[in-house]
């Protein structure tokens, strides 16, 4: 017993029997305080003899209404079901009774939906995700608006007691003034707060059974359908059973053969979308291996590369060789070189600077395609040789130069 209410195990089967596959998975119940303790431990019987463990959350009536106590409450329910997936991973199934969403679960989502303070150890939360398999509502959720403090004012067991009913009829006033009150200046700041918490489970890609009624006064339909309707727009894969004229909460007991035959398949799919999910996390496993070690193997080339271009400067033996601009001096008589050192030296010698002879084939050919014939008059003709090279003259300057002549032996003379 905790502040805001209880967690407990209903019914769970032995270690052995669930080391051996006997049990399948866990069901979550999160019940109100509006359902009797009897008519709770009905459901208990129903998924036991389908073979699942039963953790029951059950709030009481004013933790509805004060979000500390419901996560106090979320708190206990979450550390009992991650000590029992660590010990074995398998399915879990959310099922909430009437009011009970809002008394608990709500907060429990967003917990592990990692949208509140305080919050659990992140291994945890995403344990919780990946086996949480199914959502299941009955008789819910409820629009906790202040026409329904009227509606849930008493508590079932103050309805039971043998006093005047003016009296219960002034309880039953005073209560709901004091939640209406309480309504203006907190409860109804939550209310979107509670609704976003219980689409945002859309994400954890897990189906919803919905059963509902369409005399069911607490649970309107209208509410169901708006909720249904949301929860597919945002993705999400709902099945809705609807009976006629069942009371709220109490659909098992007046059709127990067609709901225990709804929950027995809806379970069936949870196991598979349990499944599913362990494969998608397989496939994501293998490939961040194969991408960590695709990572690893490029760092390690890039490693040796970095190496093999740091030993280019300082070892001549390296695949890659930066020769020097100086002219490459070799010892031959040193004979502590060996002949392979002196074969590597002699591949890495640098070339020497090509010279052209002019009087070849391929000089000829330069200079007729490169030095024009004739500028402006002047004849350019190979005159001769200077220093080994030959050198051009022309015929304007010759007969310039024979005039320069005249001129200086008639000033002579």
């Not at 689409?199 to 189906?207: D, K, L, R």
């Not at 494969?279 to 695709?294: K, P, V, Y």
């Not at 280019?312 to 033996?317: I, L, M, Q, R, S």
Request: charged share 20%; glycine share 6%; with cysteine.
């Amino acid at each position: 017993m905790i502040g805001g209410g209880r967690v407990y195990w209903g019914k769970k089967a032995d270690r052995e029997v669930e080391d051996e596959g006997g049990s399948n998975g866990v069901v979550a119940m999160f019940a109100w305080s509006s359902i009797d303790e009897n008519h709770l431990a009905s459901f208990v019987d129903l998924y036991s003899s389908l073979g699942w463990n039963s953790l029951v959350c059950r709030a009481d009536f004013l933790t509805a209404f004060y979000p500390e106590m419901a996560l106090s409450l979320a708190f206990h329910l979450l550390a009992e079901l991650v000590e029992e997936l660590k010990s074995r991973p398998c399915p879990v199934i959310f099922l909430a009774f009437s009011g009970a969403p809002k008394a608990c679960m709500y907060k429990v989502l967003q917990v592990i939906m990692g949208d509140c303070e305080p919050q659990i150890h992140p291994d945890d939360s995403q344990l919780v995700r990946n086996c949480l398999s199914g959502h299941v509502y009955d008789s819910g959720p409820l629009d906790f608006t202040s026409d329904l403090n009227t509606k849930f004012a008493l508590h079932p067991s103050i309805r039971r007691m043998s006093v005047p009913s003016r009296l219960i009829s002034w309880m039953a006033k005073g209560i709901s003034s004091g939640l209406d009150g309480l309504y203006l200046t907190r409860f109804e700041s939550q209310r979107s707060e509670y609704w976003q918490a219980l689409y945002s489970s859309v994400e954890i890609e897990a189906p919803y059974l919905i059963l509902c009624s369409e005399n069911d006064k607490l649970a309107p339909h209208q509410v169901i359908s708006s909720f249904t309707h949301q929860l597919q727009e945002l993705g999400g894969e709902v099945k809705v059973v609807k009976w006629k004229n069942s009371p709220h909460a109490g659909h098992y007991t007046h059709n127990p053969i067609q709901y225990r035959a709804v929950i027995s398949n809806f379970l069936e799919k949870a196991i598979s979308v349990h499944l599913h999910k362990i494969r998608q996390l397989g496939e994501r496993a293998r490939t961040h291996d194969e991408i960590s070690e695709l990572i690893c193997d490029l760092q390690k080339v890039a490693v040796k590369s970095n190496q093999s271009l740091k030993r280019v400067a300082t070892g001549p033996c390296d695949h890659f060789f930066l020769p020097s601009s100086a002219p490459y001096q070799s010892n031959n008589n040193d004979p502590s070189s060996s002949q392979e050192e002196q074969r590597e030296r002699s591949s890495f010698r640098p070339l020497q600077p090509m010279s052209i002879n002019a009087h070849s084939v391929l000089g000829q050919f330069l200079f007729d395609s490169c030095v024009p014939k004739n500028i402006e008059g002047w004849d350019i003709r190979f005159g001769g040789c200077l220093n080994g090279q030959p050198y051009a003259t022309s015929s304007s300057r010759k007969n310039s130069n024979r005039g320069f002549q005249r001129r200086l032996l008639r000033s002579k003379l």
